[in-house]
Nanobody, 116 residues
Framework: QVQLVESGGGLVQAGGSLKLSCTAS?????MNWYRQTPGNERDFVAG???????NYADSVKGRFTISRDDATNTVYLQMDSLKPEDTATYYC?????????????WGQGTHVNVSS
């Protein structure tokens, strides 16, 4: 497992932008962003694997962009055209593989509040 430190959340008006960052203590095979609102499950938002293949939830396609810097083990989530329904706590997730065993690590979460 790796340790994850997130930053970049905050308050923004609808239509605005925020950029989240997550730095891992080591290299991960895949890094993802999830989000969660009170009383609901944690939902996948975006993911990126080695080779920079990306995947997005339908609700954020065309508005969010995930990228990674392998030199610093950092993943970013650029969020544009934010909507009030994007308000949530965003969690960074890293998937590491050791001897064929997959392990998930989670950050502490960073809150995004989009006002209408």
């Amino acid at each position: 497992q790796v340790q994850l430190v997130e930053s970049g959340g905050g308050l923004v008006q609808a239509g605005g932008s925020l950029k989240l960052s997550c730095t891992a203590s080591g290299r991960a095979s895949a890094m993802n962003w999830y989000r969660q609102t009170p009383g609901n499950e944690r939902d996948f938002v975006a993911g990126i694997i080695c080779g920079s293949s990306t995947n997005y939830a339908d609700s954020v396609k065309g508005r969010f962009t995930i990228s990674r810097d392998d030199a610093t083990n950092t993943v970013y989530l650029q969020m544009d055209s934010l909507k009030p329904e994007d308000t949530a706590t965003y969690y960074c997730n890293a998937v590491t593989v050791t001897e064929g065993n997959y392990k998930n690590s989670w950050g502490q979460g960073t809150h995004v509040n989009v006002s209408s």
